[in-house]
């Protein structure tokens, strides 16, 4: 018998999923020892679990027709005794296995090419349904690789005569132990309670929670398993989205904010745009809004600026940063490594001095004398402080010790460095908005501890990223944040010539004439060296062989080498000598990956580019194309792998950030980005977050509605504890007071 959603027997309570979370997997008939333990580390620990693991797919077998009433042409299901079973092998790389299934009314012949596993399952005397097309040969039916269901208990149960679920094997347990078990869990759990509001379930559309359990395993139709799918799916989103939600909450009422001025006279973001030497973007425009009212509420900001590479970050980053300044706090950019810190520091100081906001370097006054600032013409202090450099964007070098104190009392308006150090070693005198960057570091959003930099108020924090990431995935990876987009590209910008060729013979000769192309036409070019996973020192082994070789090709062109490995004063002076064009080719590894701005290089050749991401590959990619000139992207690669050839491909066709993030996913599968994940939820057992972004956003949609109403699900005492017990560990904070 199949459970249907009928009356639930008087007296007995609806059961919760978090209270069948708490009922070990192994109480469940058929599932016992090995199996409990088979099921238990593929992460099937409870009833709840087992209910929510939904099958691959389903067979309608509800057609089922004696053997003798078959025709050729049906797609059907027979069910009968295995009379015979043998294995041919015709050839050394093929197998035929072929079996005799009779019913007592007429005999059917079963073949299976290759598969030669279905003889160990085929014994002789069991009773089997198998399901497929019945053909006709040598003048009699046969039914050609048919699906294969052996019946454990005769033919009268949960395999036959209805549509029937098909379970991945887990261990050595089969679809049809599976089946059994989910059906005895599904009969003992229910009645299963819904724990969202009637109006919801309407507004949606969505089908009652002990309906969609039970249609995903045991539907009566084809029909209604995407129903039941869909409603599965909104709950996992729904889940997540209240978690993050609450995450949201909590941020907001553990803390103290900075209500920043807007318009203050002088008004310097204004001051700022308007002396730019270019037009913002509409995005730019946009955005710069959206972090400014943010900034203006007494809230604390936690807001992800996501843009394409050359999207122009840095403008953005420098408006928020002046909102902090123009209420007289300090500000301050932390970048993942000294290299991208120095970077930020030229693009910030060269942004200021192009709207006239730098300070004027007008005879010797002592260092952070305020006295001689013009109040109707501020200008703006940088100050940069890595490991390696302390400067500023005066004339006067003050050195690490005058910067710190400068920094501590207060006359240093914004600071640029490495997390490490502005986390840790400096003082200031009131940070009140902060920009971390982290590049293309996907994912990782660890609350940044700034409260004691800012005299007990959170300073506002914006994270830039210069990952495109889907919308959809912004939203679950970094949901408890707000998220800006810049996704516009300045005017002007050409797109990247992009190609592909093998690394070997006449295509690599082709590839060396287009460098040398570029280079007898006054420009440069970038050739990336493979990537080696977590070996620094084999990659840059590689390099050095690169360079070597092509020395040997070029040797009349100025060609010069950049790795990781190699000090950051040789790196500087490697960089500093590309940059000025004293060098024609640099041959690097990826560490050219991060914010390298060189608008006379044109090229970009990039070797073994099928063992890259396609984020990296982009990344790479925006390394050129960032003059006057149009520029080229060159793939050396001989894929392996089919995604290999498939993220070739992609480059080629796509030069949008967005798509190609979305085509990553694609050909990686979410999966992968949720398990490289450092932190964040990752309950979503059904759910795919590209196909399935309708449910998403209305799942996010009614969770924050209804934390908003309801912070503490005070009013929803079995939402919060279905999120609770789901989510676990990662979400427990949430519910301490
Ligand atoms: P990102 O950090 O997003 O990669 P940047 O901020 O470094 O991009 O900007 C890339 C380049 O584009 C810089 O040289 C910057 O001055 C320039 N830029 C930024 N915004 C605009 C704009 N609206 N119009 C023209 N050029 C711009
Ligand atoms: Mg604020």
Redesign the pocket.
Known sequence: MVPTPDQPSPGVPARSLAYLHAVDVGRVKWIRGKRAAALKSSGIRSVTDLLLHAPRRHIDRSRRLAIGELAVGDEATVIGRVERVSVRRPRPRMSIVEATVSDGHGSIKAVWFNQQYQARRLERGIEVALSGRIDRYRGRLQINSPAVDVLESGPDNLAVGRVVPVYRTIGSIGTGVLRLAVHNALLRSRPILDPLPDGLLERHELVPREEAINSIHFPESLAEVSAARRRLVFDEFFRHEVALAMTRKRNESDSVGIAHRLHPEPDLVERFIDG?P????GA?RRVIDEIGADMAAPVPMHRLLH???????????VAALLVGVQSGYQAAIMAPTEVLAEQHYE?VT??LS?ARMAPRFAGPRSLFDPAHDDPDRPRIKVALLTGSRADTNRRERPGRSGLLAGIAAGEVDIVIGTHALIQEGVRFARLGAAVVDEQHRFGVHQRVKLKEKAQGADPDLLI?T?TPIPRTLSMTLYGALDVSA?DEM???RKRVRTWSVSAVGEELERAHQSIRDEVEKGRQAFVVCPLVEDSDRVEAASAIAEFRRLRRVFPDLRLGLLHGQMRSEEKRSVMDGFRSGDLDVLVSTTVIEV?V?V?NATIMVIRDADRFGLSQLHQLR?RVG?GAHPAQCVLLADPTTKDGAARISAMESMSDGYRLAEEDLRIRGHGTVFGARQSGFSDLRIADILADEAELSAARQEAFDLVDGDPRLDAHPDIREEVRVLLGDEVEWLFKS
């Open positions: 730019l270019f037009q913002l973007t730019q843009g394409e590479v050359g999207s122009g970050k840095t403008v953005v980053a693009g060269r942004l192009e830039m210069a810049l300045p005017a002007g914010g701005d608008p925006g960032r």
